[in-house]
């Protein structure tokens, strides 16, 4: 995102009505914590063995990536930097980090994973729209869901924390299941699920969320953000979100 337009994608409107309607589901799915770790041995996360929230629990099965087909999207690229926050590096280097580490995840997991960008460049090239492009690889791909990572900025320097946005129907569970995993996994402050009215929702096929990790503009986030570590803690969160989405949507 630019750094003159706090939070801004595209047009973000809240819609109070689709947004209790999605609490209420929320509330009503009563998704709790997992019961085991399905990670990698060598990026193996300790998580809670019980974990039970009211009666239910989430359902946490590693295998039900098996097979499945994620497209991954790293926000911006090439000539756009995306925000250029105080840490660091620009938001484009820290979102190719995250997504390289993140299909390294999946592929050992047994997904598939199509990449909308696997280096600095501008997806379809440098006079192409970044944007149709993007869309173009995910609809032109068997993906089964699609997940745009990207980091925050606000003008405010003291907001931090972790936003997943959904356009769509199915996209709001894959949305919620990313922001479950992504602030277990960084203990990130959690900013919630929001309607968000971006291009590459809009008009991709597949379930699709759009994640932002995390502010630019706050410095202790912004640090964090440029180190190896929390990226792959990052990518770690996106991974367990996802196991989360296709145990329980799947
Ligand atoms: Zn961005």
Known sequence: MGKSRPRAHGVLQANPLVTVLLLLLSFMLNLGSPSGDGLPPEQGVHLPETAEVGTSRLHWDPASLKGRVIV?????GGANPGTRGIGAQPE???VLAVAWDLKGMLEYAGAQVIMTRDGDYSPGGQNANQLQARVRVAN????????????????DSSITGTTSYFYSGEGYYLADALQRGIVEELGSRNLGVRWGNYYVLRNTKMPAALVELGFLSNKKEANLLSTRPYQTKAARGIYRGLVYYFSNRG
């Open 72 to 76: 991954i999207d790293p926000g911006h």
């Open 92 to 94: 484009k280097d820290i």
């Open 140 to 155: 032109s791909s068997p993906g089964d869901v699609y997940v745009s990572i990207h980091s925050d900025w606000n003008n």
